[in-house]
C-alpha cells in the first residue's frame, strides 16, 4: 500500500521560512516525479513545484526564486523549503507522485503565514 507522509507545516511570519518534507512508503520513489502542490482556501489546487527523477526542477512563477524543492531517493522523501514567505502562500501543501497514469496524493499539510 502505498502512503506519502508530509510534515513541517505550521505557522509562520511573513518573511520566515519553513521546510516541508513528504516521507513515502510502499514504492520507491526514483522512478517518480515528486510534486509540491497548494490548495488556498476557495481556490483550487494549483502546482507549486515538481522535482524528475534525474533531479529537473519546474516551479510555479509565484513561488521562484523563494521555495526550493528536492529530493532524496535513499531516506523516499521529497522535501520543499520555503523561504520569504508571504501571506499569500498560506494554503494545504499537498505532495504528489506521477508515473505515467499512476498518480499518490498525500494527506497534506496546511501552512499559515500571519502576522
Known amino acids: 500500500q502505498v502512503q506519502l507522509a508530509e510534515s513541517g507545516g505550521g505557522l509562520v511570519q511573513p518573511g520566515g521560512s519553513l521546510r516541508l518534507s513528504c516521507a513515502a512508503s510502499?514504492?520507491?520513489?526514483?522512478?517518480?516525479?515528486m510534486g509540491w502542490y497548494r490548495q488556498a482556501p476557495g481556490k483550487q489546487r494549483e502546482l507549486v513545484a515538481t522535482i524528475s527523477g534525474g533531479g529537473s526542477t519546474n516551479y510555479a512563477d509565484s513561488v521562484k526564486g523563494r521555495f526550493t524543492i528536492s529530493r532524496d531517493n535513499a531516506k523516499n522523501t521529497a522535501y520543499l523549503q520555503m523561504n520569504n514567505l508571504k501571506v499569500e502562500d498560506t494554503a494545504v501543501y499537498y505532495c504528489?507522485?506521477?508515473?505515467?497514469?499512476?498518480?499518490?496524493w498525500g494527506q497534506g499539510t496546511l501552512v499559515t503565514v500571519s502576522s
Open positions: 504528489k507522485l506521477t508515473r505515467g497514469n499512476s498518480n499518490y
Open positions: 510502499g514504492l520507491f520513489v526514483n522512478i517518480y516525479v
